[in-house]
């Protein structure tokens, strides 16, 4: 547990200091939403426009949510409660698609057609993208359980459907509840895959908006109300995360739940698992793979795309990534070890801070670092430096989860150790905990590198002009569907990310893996 001592003053100004910048986009924002006039902020807010747009999101957000804990929760149970054959391959399986950015998907379904660019296109594209942020916390939550409860609730004369529904179901909540906050917060942002099938939602229009007129009024009354709809997600998450209250009684050794045999539903059950493999990882596979193959079919030919573009934008990637997850780090790490060493309401108040990026959607932080840019620090304005910043805004909840849970599993006493041998904080910072601390820091640099790689809505508004990189030239081409010159980028881009991905898995995840089999 943290303790009650004197936080060093550098410390506390560097944690400040990180919790000032993450609230800068999104104090601006209500600062601009509040200088609109009353009677115009009504009338900008209570139009058909407004109301078209909340209806189409919040109907997105509910119909992707719901569909996601559906299939998630169905393929779950059958790869950690049955006798699947295969499971573990399935397992991994369901769990991919998660390292396939959103837009290169749609990029590969409207390609296959143009009629997909709809609601129900919609629906299928962000289901099959972020289905898996349901499947890996319910999964977990299925391997980690006591099987003695559901063979109390057997022995008690409980059907299989009724002790789910009344046994297992409750246990899940807090995951199945995570995850779908998760899915309906990642639904509320997403760009990308929105506008290449053009389906109107806040983010698509605000970035219409801004690319049209920059109406500074409109584009932050618009913005305030799609940060009050991801806040509430946020709110929620933070509420079922801090009520979730599940552990066993006793300290028994743990066991595996003995499977339930499939018998004669195997053959649909594997046919419905190829089905939603094909969907997940068939559909943008393959169709990258037939454009790759396609010379005169698309609006530009893969000719038309040189080696020299390719590799310009593969390089400008790899190095905004490598840059993005170290200001990520360089943000997380001071606010880690403040959480980890020290407890103050203060502490808390500035962590709680950090945690807000999450809720606060890539598009309003972008448009407000262009608007303080221009206004006030021109230097910064289209520069990779700028860029650099909102990818550490962004992704500092993602470094600093991963930071915070490796500073917590080190000895206080090495610390100790250290401090009663003369050294400085900075030097038990730099000599103790970094070294120890280097494998969690590893895997928050590769998470955070995997999510810069395929971040498009901050890139788009920030990169310096000329910048091109692998997710902005999918979304290029895509826009004004040259499929064909679009597919080498995708290829790169979606190789790259699942070779990350199992890197990843294997670097850090052995553990895991093993204990599930």
């Known amino acids: 547990m943290p303790r009650r001592t004197r936080i060093p003053v550098g ?88 390292a396939i950015p959103a837009f290169v998907s749609s990029f590969a379904w409207i390609s296959l057609s143009l009629r997909l660019q709809d609601f129900a296109g919609a629906v299928v594209v962000v289901t099959c993208s972020y289905y898996p942020l349901v499947y890996l916390p319910v999964a977990a939550a299925l391997r980690g359980m006591d099987p003695a409860l559901e063979e109390t609730a057997r022995a008690l004369g409980e059907t299989g459907w009724g002790s789910f529904r009344r046994v297992v179901l409750p246990q899940l909540r807090p995951a199945l509840l995570g995850g779908m906050l998760l899915v309906a917060l990642d639904t509320l942002v997403e760009f990308g895959a929105l506008s290449l099938l053009r389906f109107r939602t806040f983010t698509t229009e605000i970035y219409a908006e801004y690319r049209t007129g920059f109406d500074s009024s409109e584009i932050a009354l618009l913005a305030m109300i799609l940060l009050a709809l991801c806040l509430v997600c946020l709110a929620a998450e933070l509420w079922v995360r801090g009520r979730s209250r599940y552990a066993r009684v006793g300290r028994g050794t743990r066991r595996a739940s003995p499977p339930h045999r499939l018998g004669r539903a195997r053959y649909p059950v594997l046919a419905g698992f190829a089905l939603l493999v094909a969907a997940t990882l068939g559909v943008p596979l393959g169709m990258i793979i037939y454009w790759l193959t396609q ?100 992704f500092l909840p993602l470094a600093l989860v991963s930071t915070r849970a490796a500073l917590a599993q080190l000895q206080r006493g090495l610390q100790d150790a250290g401090r009663s041998l003369g050294l400085g904080w900075m030097a038990v910072l730099w000599r103790v905990l970094l070294p120890l601390a280097g494998p969690g820091l590893g895997a928050a640099a590769a998470m955070v590198f995997v999510s810069v790689m395929t971040e498009l809505t901050a890139t788009l508004l920030l990169a310096p002009i000329g910048t091109r990189t692998l997710a902005t030239q999918v979304w290029a081409n895509t826009s004004s569907l040259a499929f064909a010159a679009a597919s080498p980028y995708a290829a790169l881009m979606t190789l790259i990310s699942l070779l990350s991905a199992w890197l990843l898995a294997r670097r850090f995840g052995a553990t895991a893996l093993s204990a599930t089999r």
Do not use: K, M
């Open 11 to 98: 410390l506390l100004a560097a944690g400040l200091t990180v919790a000032a910048l993450v609230l800068l986009p999104l104090s601006y924002t209500i600062n601009e939403a509040l200088q609109v006039d009353r009677q115009d902020a009504i009338d900008l807010v209570f139009r058909p426009l407004v109301g078209e747009l909340l209806l189409n999101t919040l109907s997105l957000v509910l119909a992707t949510t719901l569909l996601s804990a559906l299939l998630a929760t169905a393929a779950a149970w059958c790869v950690e409660r049955t006798d699947l054959p295969g499971r573990h391959v399935w397992g991994v399986l369901a769990a991919v698609p998660l």
């Open 295 to 394: 010379h005169g079919s698309a609006a530009i030919t893969p000719e038309a795309v040189s080696a020299p573009a390719l590799l310009s934008a593969t390089l400008s990637s790899l190095q905004f990534g490598a840059a993005g997850a170290a200001a990520s780090l360089l943000l997380a790490f001071p606010l880690a070890v403040l959480a980890t060493q020290h407890d103050s309401r203060l502490v808390t108040l500035i962590e709680r801070s950090a945690y807000l990026a999450q809720g606060t959607p890539g598009i309003v932080v972008a448009l407000a670092l262009v608007s303080l840019t221009v206004q006030r620090l021109q230097p910064l304005y289209q520069s990779a430096a700028l860029l650099i910043i909102a990818y550490a805004i962004l």
